[in-house]
């Protein structure tokens, strides 16, 4: 699990998907940290595709599938195919789905609701249990260093997209001037190198690729704020809600140093171990040996809602220096 919950449903009710469960689902997982991805069929046609073709965090199958098999005829199948992911068979029937349950004492791992008044109880328990499940460091630490990756390489997309070869290498000859003896081996290479190199190889870290979008960000900033001193009308209202919306993304670059770098940086570093006094579970980081906490649930939550704030505030400055770089006179 990533920062997307995954979900097989089966269910061929539209309006139950769209206007009641799925929404209060979708709630639900965006407030623990997570995007909902539910893929929803109306009958198992398609089972063997869907179960060989990706993971899933959970299974839902209403029983009462009209025009095909059984919520419960596909969870035989499903658990047939050695698929041991957390399935939830539900029905409005009660008597239908007790009978199924006192029938069918062999189907596996599958938890069941009894009427759809308490399906969104019992689903939201479900959920919990499985987010605890890869809440435990090795797990919190793959998540951190993935995600963290993708954001670098939007970024390094970004600018990639937004420097020229001359731009770039003046930006990285400035930031290897803060350590030359370290950067000496570097700076041998630099003259060769294209703007690919300049921006994906070796020659600047996550830092130096946020802190070198964050000097664009507020350049264009810059040359929105020259602009509005003559514009009018429309065009004055279009550049005031740039300046604002690139306001807001210059203060949420300000925080991915804390909220990603560093944390992805920690967690590349650190390993479970226990309070040598106490016992209890504790971190503590290989290279520093400074110590923290086990995150809990709290914590892990916010980390995944910090990772998706992120994620989607790099997608959104791309759009606006994308817009910029598209007005610029040629």
């Keep these: 699990m990533r920062l997307t919950f995954k979900i097989l449903w089966f269910e061929d009710a539209d309006d139950y998907v769209n206007d009641y469960l ?3 689902i979708r709630r639900y997982l965006d407030e623990h940290g997570f995007d909902f991805e539910p893929i929803i069929r109306k009958t198992g046609k ?9 993971d899933y965090d959970l299974i839902l199958a209403d029983l009462d599938l009209k025009d095909t098999e059984t919520g419960d005829a596909i969870i035989r199948r499903i658990r047939s195919a050695d698929v041991l992911t957390e399935v939830l068979l539900y029905s409005g029937d009660k008597t239908s ?6 029938k069918e004492r062999g189907l596996q791992r599958v938890s069941f609701a ?13 959920i919990d249990l499985t987010i605890r499940k890869v809440q435990d460091i090795n797990n919190m630490r793959g998540m951190v260093i993935t995600e963290a990756v993708d954001i670098e390489t939007d970024i390094e997309s970004i600018l990639l997209e937004n420097l020229s070869e001359e731009s770039a290498r003046a930006r990285v000859v400035k930031l290897l001037e803060r350590s030359k003896e370290r950067n000496e081996n570097k700076r041998v290479k630099l003259d060769a190198a294209s703007l690919r190199d300049l921006v994906t190889g070796d020659f600047l870290t996550f830092h130096d690729l946020h802190d070198i979008l964050a000097s664009l ?3 264009v900033l810059k040359e929105k704020r020259g602009l509005l001193a003559t514009a009018k009308g429309a065009p004055r209202a279009a550049i005031e809600a740039d300046i604002s919306e690139l306001g807001e993304l ?19 570093h650190c390993e479970q171990s226990a309070d040598p006094e106490t016992g209890k579970p504790m971190l503590i980081n290989k290279k520093s040996m400074e110590t923290h906490d086990v995150y809990d649930d709290h914590e892990c939550m916010e980390i995944r809602k910090n990772l998706r704030k992120h994620m989607q505030k790099t997608k959104e400055i791309a759009e606006h220096l994308k817009k910029h770089r598209e007005l610029r006179p040629r």
């Design 22 to 24: 799925g929404p209060q």
């Design 46 to 54: 398609s089972l063997d595709e869907d179960i060989n073709r990706q």
């Design 97 to 102: 789905l007790e009978k199924i349950v006192e």
């Design 114 to 126: 009894f009427g759809r008044a308490e399906l969104p109880d019992k689903l939201f328990r479900i």
């Design 217 to 219: 960000v507020k350049e």
């Design 250 to 268: 210059k203060e949420c670059l300000n925080l991915m140093d804390s909220e990603v770098i560093r944390l992805r940086n920690d967690m590349a």
